[in-house]
């Protein structure tokens, strides 16, 4: 009987390592896939610093066929994607594009497919600041940090929960600016669909 009991609580032992060990190579495997480094990005969201609202001096006044918006910008959050924003309002690059979709609390423009202009080349984005109601973001290709070009939202309310990283999209998207005279005339926009035309940009010292 005791020698009996030994032979069942040895098996009883192995058994037990067996499980441990698988155990211990599923959650080592796990954690090297893509879909778990995904899932770990999701945690990770930029402290918002003292500076990260700072406007720049040089603001941009933008002029639609229906009226004009005005919006400061955010280069200490999104240096590049502020740069080269500035870039292409300076180059008239945006001059002709359309304010041309309602996408539920988004207003979303520059889209230069249709207007004969070259594609901007896509950058990466630079999650910072949260999607707050007035403010301006980048779009991008779901889960696909490096495709920012030239289109962007205009936030219609606090989008924060859903474009935050781990929202809608593993990274979040991109703010930049903030409408800051003019609201009425996005507002006007939305009710006409996005049928909107940029007519001329321009950067003014505040």
């Given at each position: 009987?005791?020698?009996?009991?030994?032979?069942?609580?040895?098996?009883?032992?192995?058994?037990?390592?067996?499980?441990?060990?698988?155990?211990?190579?599923?959650?080592?495997?796990?954690?090297l896939?893509?879909?778990?480094?995904?899932?770990?990005?999701?945690?990770?969201?930029?402290?918002?610093?003292?500076?990260?609202?700072?406007?720049?001096?040089?603001?941009?006044?933008?002029?639609?066929?229906?009226?004009?918006?005005?919006?400061?910008?955010?280069?200490?959050?999104?240096?590049?994607?502020?740069?080269?924003?500035?870039?292409?309002?300076?180059?008239?690059?945006?001059?002709?594009?359309?304010?041309?979709?309602?996408?539920?609390?988004?207003?979303?423009?520059g889209?230069?497919?249709?207007?004969?202009?070259?594609?901007?080349?896509?950058?990466?984005h630079?999650?910072?600041?949260?999607?707050?109601?007035?403010?301006?973001?980048?779009?991008?290709?779901?889960?696909?940090?490096?495709?920012?070009?030239?289109?962007?939202?205009?936030?219609?309310?606090?989008?924060?929960?859903?474009?935050?990283?781990?929202?809608?999209?593993?990274?979040?998207?991109?703010?930049?600016?903030?409408?800051?005279?003019?609201?009425?005339?996005?507002?006007?926009?939305?009710k006409?669909?996005?049928?909107?035309?940029?007519v001329?940009?321009?950067?003014?010292?505040?």
């Amino acid at each position: 009987m005791r020698h009996g009991s030994g032979k069942e609580g040895g098996r009883r032992f192995v058994d037990w390592l067996e499980i441990i060990f698988f155990l211990v190579l599923f959650c080592y495997v796990y954690t090297l896939t893509p879909r778990a480094q995904e899932f770990a990005s999701r945690s990770t969201t930029p402290p918002i610093t003292s500076t990260s609202r700072v406007f720049d001096t040089e603001k941009v006044r933008m002029v639609l066929d229906i009226g004009t918006i005005e919006i400061a910008l955010y280069p200490n959050a999104a240096p590049k994607t502020v740069a080269r924003f500035k870039d292409s309002i300076k180059s008239n690059y945006y001059v002709g594009c359309d304010f041309y979709k309602v996408y539920n609390t988004l207003l979303q423009g520059g889209c230069e497919h249709t207007k004969g202009k070259e594609a901007l080349k896509p950058m990466a984005h630079e999650y910072h600041l949260p999607n707050t109601k007035r403010t301006l973001s980048m779009v991008k290709l779901a889960d696909e940090p490096t495709t920012t070009a030239s289109e962007f939202y205009i936030n219609l309310s606090d989008n924060t929960e859903w474009l935050q990283p781990g929202g809608y999209d593993v990274h979040g998207y991109t703010v930049f600016g903030q409408v800051i005279t003019g609201w009425e005339v996005v507002l006007e926009a939305v009710k006409k669909g996005g049928n909107v035309k940029i007519v001329s940009t321009t950067l003014y010292l505040d």
